[in-house]
């Protein structure tokens, strides 16, 4: 069976025909990968609400989509749809408003927002109620059509279903910080399936919002680095204390390569393996023995039908708090062995932060721009080598290199571990 | 599945509702048309079909692992936990680890006293951002986040069970639940994986789900009426505290095994339509043609209607016209007894069906006597539908495996 259309299980090849991106850095690819390449860094103190007094008050937002009143659902569409339009204009797919395929996406789940409640609350104050019996009330009396279009779990999934004309059920999928991989696994599944010859891929998060912040905060999970926010990040250094909130953005067009090939569109890359496997130790701690991100690294190799020895370069999840980054080393040594020694393994979260659903696509889609560019992004501040974690991490400044395939991993609270390796074309 | 894929049979059920806190009681009371448990009062002007009250220490033997779920994470747990033990997998360590964990899922339970004593602050004053940053702090518990996550729900499966091969959770109301199930159903059929499973849960029994789902005018008020006869009224659908999970698995890993299977799962489907007049009947008609292996005769329709308007009459419209594809539709709406459950509607759907199949049981009408006719037959066939009170719709036929 094994043709040029297919890996060496037989299975049709996944190409990759448009991508594209936003984050705090950038409204495309461009911008993105100059930014990324230079160091720069899209932390800075939130100016979208007051934040004195609580412990963090920075986070890597995008502040250019949206008038930062507006509930985090309507940027999370916002940055979706930009993303989106991109990919599917570089990819030259389909007619305008119907993508001849279907979506997949890795979104936040949907929750009202402190203003929305007020609003409720305002509106039932003549009802004599008090509490969520007047919220309730006010909703039955009132016309709530564009919170409820916005803060339904189907929302951002059916928003974006209608703008691009998507196939099928918008499928809106949380694997906490793994979502955005996960969206791109069952865009790669449904195409070796046979089900579509084109899949829309993408993940988007908006959550700086207090609430979002203040309970990351209780979770001791988030850097107190306020007096520096553009050195707050700091995957991999010893002094790192947590991670940074980001926003963003990255959407995928993934083709069957047969199908990409016969319509004569550009193949960028190719999605060869995807790997998860799920952590039963703890609700925010991996396994001591890191055996479930072991796993979810082995399976996306093994998936990709490549020895380890081939993995060029490693996006990592890199969140910069001491736990994963130390957890992650553990779990690459595992699968990579002696070749880890001489794998640059680089955290896009130095400069961008950590984008939550997003996560998973956004990295994706700048470990496709290492390929295409052969430039290592760095991991920005770097500043005190952790002596547990003997990592070529590209510290501080890019560099050249031949890369052909990238591992890039996402670990999620919750245990939810995912892994992919692209290749070149 | 034909030439091109592999049988997907349901090999583990784990249900809990309003009237039966596992298979056998939900066998028993649908058999003797049991009637429906609803409580007009504690939401008035809305009715929840409440959950009996479960032992959850059953299924979740640690207090550590309890004290950290509320009461949608508890419900979702413990029917998985069922569906495990009826699967013969669970405590199987080595079988454990080689399945799929796929959930539909919303998120957990606000508090809804810290929800109060913010708003009620707010009220008195315009500076909500500072006075929320006073408040949420100190207000605000760690693990309630995490019991709020919607991932959350699996990430307790795979701790207090041990399911760890992978795990994904769908998002999306009704949609969530096609979803889930339409992945495990297509993974296993394609031979990506060998054994799945898939389920969700509602705790109708939340006033910050009950706002959630008002917001678009969605619930029924007033006195309790089976989903058939809510159109009139308005529509609406009545939330029904639920779990349902399935353990699905290929044909020859569940022979290899010796474990017997409830019923086949012959084909899936779903669709998102625009719900213009009439585009919901369409797609599910749509479907209908579509799916493999359509029996001729009679043909047992487990339908998920919500009673939301006018989806539910269109629904009827569809199954009005079953006859002209051969099928002879007996038709039940499972929402009359169980409630709506959202994510969970359509794997509860599913559960039934495997029960129907398995118990060659063919529920008892719930009302409307135009609409559901007496059948005294077995059920050979189910046809499982779920249309979304918002979006989303979908089918799934299941037959002896």
């Not at chain 1, 991109?86 to 408003?97: D, L, S, T, Y």
């Not at chain 2, 940053?133 to 986040?145: G, H």
Request: negative net charge; hydrophobic residues 40%; glycine residues 12%.
């Amino acid at each position: 069976m094994t043709n040029d259309h297919r890996d060496a299980m037989g299975r049709p090849l996944v190409a990759i025909t448009g991508a594209g991106i936003v984050t705090s850095l950038g409204g495309d690819k461009t911008e993105n990968w100059a930014a990324l390449t230079a160091g720069q860094s899209g932390i800075r103190r939130i100016g979208r609400f007051p934040t004195d007094g609580l412990r963090t008050g920075f986070a890597a937002t995008v502040d250019f989509l949206s008038d930062g009143a507006s509930p985090a659902p309507v940027l999370t569409i916002e940055l979706a749809k930009h993303a989106a339009d991109e990919a599917i204009g570089e990819a030259m797919i389909g007619v305008h408003g119907r993508f001849p395929g279907p979506l997949f996406l890795a979104t936040p789940p949907a929750e009202l927002e402190w203003p929305q409640r007020k609003a409720l609350y305002n509106a039932g104050r003549h009802s004599g109620l008090t509490g969520y019996r007047r919220l309730v009330e006010a909703a039955r009396n009132g016309d709530w059509d564009e919170m409820n279009s916005l803060f339904q779990f189907a929302s951002v999934g059916e928003h974006l279903a209608q703008q691009f004309g998507t196939r099928g059920i918008p499928v809106s999928v949380s694997t906490a910080c793994a979502s955005g991989a996960t969206a791109i696994q069952l865009g790669v599944e449904a195409i070796r399936r046979g089900e579509a010859d084109a899949a829309l891929c993408v993940g988007t998060d908006a959550s700086v919002q207090i609430e979002a912040l203040i309970r990351f905060s209780l979770l001791s999970a988030l850097s107190t680095r306020n007096d520096q926010p553009e050195h707050a990040s700091r995957p991999f250094s010893k002094d790192r204390d947590g991670f940074v909130m980001g926003e963003g953005a990255a959407a995928l067009v993934l083709e069957s390569y047969a199908a990409a090939k016969a319509r004569g569109a550009r193949v960028l890359g190719f999605v060869r393996g995807c790997g998860e496997r799920a952590d039963n130790y703890h609700r925010t701690r991996s396994k001591p023995d890191a055996s479930a991100i072991v796993g979810a690294i082995a399976n996306a190799i093994g998936d990709a039908c490549i020895p380890a020895t081939q993995i060029d370069y490693v996006n990592a999840h890199g969140t910069s708090t001491p736990e994963n980054d130390k957890m992650e080393y553990l779990a690459l040594k595992q699968v990579l062995g002696d070749h880890l020694a001489v794998t640059p393994v680089s955290s896009s979260k130095s400069m961008i932060g950590h984008t939550l659903s997003a996560a998973g696509a956004i990295e994706a889609v700048i470990s496709l721009l290492t390929i295409r560019n052969g430039m290592l992004p760095p991991t920005m501040n770097y500043d005190v080598a952790d002596p547990e974690i003997p990592l070529d991490v590209v510290p501080n400044t890019a560099r050249p290199a031949r890369v052909d395939m990238v591992l890039s991993n996402s670990f999620g609270f919750g245990g939810q571990n995912a892994a992919l390796v692209l290749g070149a074309p | 599945m034909g030439d091109d894929g592999r049988d997907v049979l349901i090999t583990g059920v784990g249900l809990v509702s309003s009237i039966g806190r596992d298979t056998a009681e939900h066998v028993a009371h649908l058999s003797n048309g049991g009637g429906y448990t609803v409580d007009e009062l504690r939401f008035a002007p809305y009715c929840v079909h409440p959950l009996l009250a479960l032992d959850f220490a059953g299924q979740i033997p640690k207090k550590s692992d309890l004290k950290q779920m509320e009461a949608w994470q508890r419900i979702g747990v413990y029917a998985a936990g069922l569906a495990l033990t009826d699967a013969g997998i669970a405590g199987d360590a080595e079988l454990l680890q080689r399945t799929h964990l796929i959930v539909a899922a919303g998120s957990g339970e606000r508090d809804i006293g810290v929800d109060c004593d913010v708003l009620d602050k707010l009220s008195q004053t315009d500076d909500s951002t500072t006075l929320a940053k006073q408040v949420l702090p100190s207000a605000l518990r760690p693990t309630l986040f995490l019991a709020q996550l919607s991932n959350m729900l699996a990430g307790n499966i795979s701790i207090v069970h041990g399911v760890t091969a992978s795990s994904r959770t769908f998002m999306g109301e009704e949609s969530a639940g096609l979803a889930a199930v339409e992945n495990a159903f297509r993974r296993i059929a394609a031979g990506q994986i060998d054994i799945a499973i898939v389920g969700g849960a509602l705790n109708a029994e939340r006033e910050d789900l009950l706002l959630g789902y008002e917001l678009g005018h969605n619930l029924w008020m007033g006195h309790y009426a089976p989903v058939w006869d809510r159109a009139q009224g308005g529509g609406g659908f009545i939330p029904g505290g639920m779990g349902a999970f399935l353990v699905l698995e290929a044909r020859a890993h569940a022979e290899a095994r010796g474990v017997q299977p409830y019923a086949r799962i012959a084909d899936v489907a779903t669709a998102r339509c625009d719900r213009a007049d009439g585009a919901t009947q369409r797609a599910l008609a749509e479907l209908y043609g579509a799916l493999r292996s359509k029996p001729i005769g009679p043909l047992t329709v487990l339908s998920g209607a919500s009673g939301a308007a006018p989806v539910t009459d269109e629904e009827i419209a569809f199954i009005d016209s079953l006859p002209s594809q051969g099928a002879e539709p007996i038709v039940r709406a499972f929402g009359s007894t169980l409630g709506h459950g959202v994510e969970a509607q359509f794997p509860t759907g599913l559960a039934l069906a495997a029960l129907a199949c398995r118990h060659s049981l063919t529920p008892k009408e719930t009302g409307n006597a135009e609409i559901e006719r007496p059948f005294s037959g077995s059920t050979a066939h189910a046809l499982v539908t779920c249309v979304g009170h918002w979006r989303g719709e979908g089918l799934a036929l299941v037959g002896a495996a």
